[in-house]
């Protein structure tokens, strides 16, 4: 009994620290559904910034709320 406690305590623990260690790494997308949002939030940047006539500040902008909503505001610099 006493090993079956120690055991669920350690997996509890485990489980409530691995979210803590979420990044949001556009490199480890495939590991990791955070960094894979970041990841799509970065193509589509790149890719409407290449347009010739598009608005770069509305471009900019729609970055920095994907980011948020993605929960890596630190990904788009100022």
Same mark, same amino acid.
């Given at each position: 009994m006493m090993k079956f406690a120690i055991m669920t305590a350690a997996l509890l623990?485990? =489980?409530m620290i691995s979210p803590a260690f979420a990044d949001c790494d556009v490199h480890k997308a495939d590991e990791d559904k955070q960094a894979k949002c970041a990841e799509k939030c970065d193509d589509e940047y790149l890719s409407r910034k290449m347009n010739y =006539?598009?608005?770069q500040a509305e471009v900019i902008a729609?970055?920095?709320?994907?980011d948020a909503a993605c929960g890596c505001p630190q990904n788009t610099k100022e």
């Amino acid at each position: 009994m006493m090993k079956f406690a120690i055991m669920t305590a350690a997996l509890l623990v485990a =489980g409530m620290i691995s979210p803590a260690f979420a990044d949001c790494d556009v490199h480890k997308a495939d590991e990791d559904k955070q960094a894979k949002c970041a990841e799509k939030c970065d193509d589509e940047y790149l890719s409407r910034k290449m347009n010739y =006539g598009a608005n770069q500040a509305e471009v900019i902008a729609n970055k920095k709320a994907c980011d948020a909503a993605c929960g890596c505001p630190q990904n788009t610099k100022e």
